[in-house]
């Protein structure tokens, strides 16, 4: 018996040895894939030979209104791709809608992080099964959860995209959820965020390039396409998620017409749109957003990043070593509301040198902030998913839309400074606030406590953040 057990000890120890050496320390050693994709940034900050409009999709139950009534103006075909599906009335009503023009004859394709809609939120399971049971609707999973090969769980789908009729394309930060849509969500709990609408009179080129990018998403050897057969569970699944998109639309009595015949009104026709994205493969990412940002960046008298979580390793170091240079703004999130606790800890490692070296604030209003969002000068706008931090550098996948425009650089400035730079405050570079508008909220001891024991656990694998 006792041979037994130093047996199977010795086999637990092994397999967490193999997970912890394949699945984290391998990522230690910074050695990018090559990629062909790249991006001329003198290109991106010059006159396109189209016309391109752009809307900017901020409020919570706005952006919910936008995607509904993009949805319900379909005709032909609808992409969407996100991380996370959360287990609520919002992941309904999205999916009721898509239902419901699947039904009308609409070529929906839904590409789902397989961590965001099955490792993390088990209840996902009854209503992938309904999608996946659609005839007009094919559902993909990136990167199925799989002890085998280890590192390949660290390589995340973090893409939000919308791609409608190849007309209109959306990018931003929000996943599927009631905190990124819903103002019945207690206020503490709300995530802020941001997306990027871009469209023309006919297909414009960043959404041709961001139907080209799906295209490869769907058919890329790490996702696997999920066949269900249609049973009278996943059809009355189907019919409630549907009772549910028509029970919202009714309490807000919502015209989709009319908001997208107001989003045609206010968009700002610009220079240039152009969507940027990073490749697709495992391991270490060639940091091609990244790279293309710190290019466009260089000269630049005025650059300000908005990014819930600011981590660095020695190679993310490297990467925007420029910028130390340079005159940065920095916004963030408050160490006290920041939900991501590695980002959080991560983030408290290198707080005070950040501002030691730039202008740095954190929100101090309710709710947390989720936005990406550089801005370069008064010219360039950037805002996608891409975090500042080694996880999206290297090893997600990201995405951006890249705008050439005076007037929406001011716009989003303008909104920005109202909306959270008001309810903000300045970092001093011995971790004290400077003051200002608001008060900040307190970091009390238990959370202090905790956040200690993470940052000296976490400041061991930065890269993994």
Avoid: C
Wanted: proline fraction near 5%; hydrophobic fraction near 45%; aromatic fraction near 10%.
């Amino acid at each position: 018996m006792r041979a037994v057990l130093k047996a199977a000890a010795l086999l637990v120890y092994g397999f967490l040895m193999y997970m912890v050496v394949f699945g984290v320390m391998v990522f230690a050693v910074y050695q990018p894939m090559p990629t062909d994709i790249d991006y001329d940034v003198e290109t991106l900050r010059s006159p396109a030979d189209e016309t391109a409009y752009v809307h900017l999709v901020e409020e919570r139950t706005y952006s919910l209104d936008v995607r509904l009534a993009l949805i319900e103006a379909a005709t032909t075909s609808i992409d969407f791709s996100t991380y996370a599906v959360r287990t609520d009335r919002s992941r309904d009503i999205v999916y009721g809608a898509l239902l419901e023009a699947a039904d009308r004859g609409v070529k929906v394709r839904l590409v789902i992080d397989a961590s965001g809609v099955m490792g993390f939120y088990g209840e996902n399971t009854a209503y992938v099964n309904a999608m996946a049971s659609h005839p007009n609707i094919t559902l993909v999973l990136y990167e199925p959860l799989s002890l085998w090969p280890p590192y390949a769980g660290h390589n995340r789908l973090h893409d939000k995209l919308w791609v409608v009729d190849e007309r209109y394309g959306m990018v931003g930060g929000r996943n599927i959820g009631d905190r990124y849509f819903l103002e019945s969500m207690p206020a503490e709990d709300a995530t802020h965020d941001r997306d990027i609408l871009v469209f023309g009179e006919e297909t414009v080129s960043a959404v041709a390039e961001m139907r080209a990018y799906f295209d490869e998403m769907i058919d890329h050897r790490y996702t696997r396409t999920i066949t269900r057969e249609s049973t009278d569970a996943t059809q009355a699944l189907q019919a409630s998620m549907i009772d549910d998109y028509h029970d919202y639309i009714d309490e807000r009595a919502l015209d989709s017409a009319a908001l997208l015949t107001a989003i045609h009104d206010e968009a700002f026709a610009v220079g240039r749109a152009t969507f940027v994205r990073s490749p697709l493969n495992r391991m270490h990412k060639t940091p091609v957003l990244m790279r293309t940002i710190v290019a466009l960046s260089e000269g630049a008298d005025d650059i300000f990043v908005q990014t819930p979580y600011f981590v660095l390793d020695r190679a993310l170091r490297q990467e925007i070593a420029p910028w130390f240079d340079q005159n940065l703004t920095v916004l963030t999130n408050n160490p006290a509301t920041n939900p991501n606790i590695p980002g959080m800890s991560g983030y408290l490692n290198i707080r005070n040198e950040l501002a030691g070296h730039w202008a740095l604030y954190e929100y101090q209003g309710t709710g947390s902030l989720h936005m990406k969002t550089v801005l370069i000068d008064n010219d360039i706008t950037v805002i996608g998913s891409l975090n500042i931090d080694p996880r999206s550098a290297f090893l997600s996948t990201e995405s951006a839309i890249v705008v050439y425009s005076e007037p929406f650089n001011a716009h989003v400035r303008d909104t920005i400074d109202n909306e959270y730079l008001a309810q903000s405050l300045r970092v001093l570079p011995d971790g004290d606030y400077a003051s200002g508008p608001v008060e900040p909220i307190p970091f009390d001891g238990f959370q202090r406590a905790f956040a200690t024991i993470t940052r000296f656990l976490l400041r061991f694998v930065p890269f993994m953040l």
